[in-house]
């Protein structure tokens, strides 16, 4: 029996598993970045009560093992699969704990540099083990599998883009402060987007006609946001599809992950939506 924690800069999950079968689960908002003064040990002592007792080691993966986290691990490089994470593993001791076990996080390093730490234990647990996989977010990554081994990683950050020009830009001057959501302003966006003998340039070229099209009275303050949406969306998957169009999972079924679907389904392309299975992903890593 042993504890597995995704610990990220915003959420603490954690499980009691026994192989894979999850014995109890806890998660809270409680990342990396809300631990104060680095005292990782108080919390997690706090956090997991009485499952101490039960564990015989206890796996970490995610932003816990970054230089801002706990124990700093390094990057396993592509193709990394759970093997490569066990091999690389930093573990550390301390009085009145099992051992602690700080899993490397995976990286590639040409082109440019690109990293995930945590993201994989989601896609180590799938069934599918070859393929484009799309795990949406704030800085949303699109990961090849070969062989269930992660062979190369790029990393969007549509999200946290979005969600400043929706807080703190010209454009966001003109958004109501309460809107419902307008699904047919989100694929107009990402209609936009994918427009390529219309419009000149790409996505910078194209964030202003939120505002540009208000004033012509093209599109209404209401839709702004949804409409932003979607060309960020749109744009970033005519970014990554621009040599070809592969069979696509997006890993997750919350209310983003629909829209990377409609997005997808929109622009011609196969894509699926399965959910992410951590729990099994850790057992993997824990068996190698």
């Not at 989601?122 to 083990?129: D, P, Q």
């Not at 959501?181 to 000149?200: H, I, K, L, Q």
Request: glycine share 8%; with cysteine.
């Amino acid at each position: 029996m042993y504890i597995a924690i995704e610990w990220t800069s915003v959420t603490f999950h954690a499980f009691l598993l026994d192989g894979e079968t999850v014995l109890d689960e806890k998660k809270i908002d409680r990342g990396t970045t809300r631990v104060s003064n680095d005292e990782f040990e108080a919390a997690l002592r706090e956090e997991l009560g009485n499952w101490v007792e039960k564990a015989d080691r206890i796996l970490f993966s995610g932003m816990v093992t970054s230089r801002n986290g706990w124990i700093e691990t390094p990057f396993a490089p592509v193709p990394a699969g759970p093997a490569d994470l066990a091999s690389q593993a930093i573990v550390h001791h301390v009085d009145g704990l099992p051992p602690l076990i700080f899993l490397p996080g995976i990286a590639q390093t040409k082109p440019l540099p690109d990293v995930m730490r945590g993201e994989e234990m989601s896609l180590f647990g799938l069934a599918e083990t070859d393929g484009l996989f799309v795990l949406p977010g704030p800085h949303a990554k699109w990961v090849r599998m070969e062989g269930g081994r992660i062979t190369a990683i790029t990393t969007y950050m549509s999200g946290e883009i979005l969600n400043l020009l929706k807080k703190d830009s010209l454009v966001s001057r003109l958004i109501p402060p309460s809107c419902q959501e307008r699904p047919e302003a989100f694929c107009r966006g990402v209609r936009t987007a994918f427009e390529d003998s219309t419009f000149p340039g790409r996505v910078l070229a194209r964030i202003f006609s939120a505002r540009s099209l208000v004033l012509f009275d093209q599109l209404a303050p209401e839709e702004i946001t949804d409409y932003l949406a979607g060309l960020m969306i749109g744009s970033e998957i005519s970014e990554a599809l621009k040599d070809g169009k592969p069979k696509i999972y997006i890993v997750g079924q919350a209310a983003l992950a629909q829209k990377y679907k409609r997005a997808l389904d929109l622009s011609g392309v196969d894509a699926t939506l399965i959910t992410p299975a951590i729990e099994r992903g850790f057992d993997r890593v824990a068996r190698m």
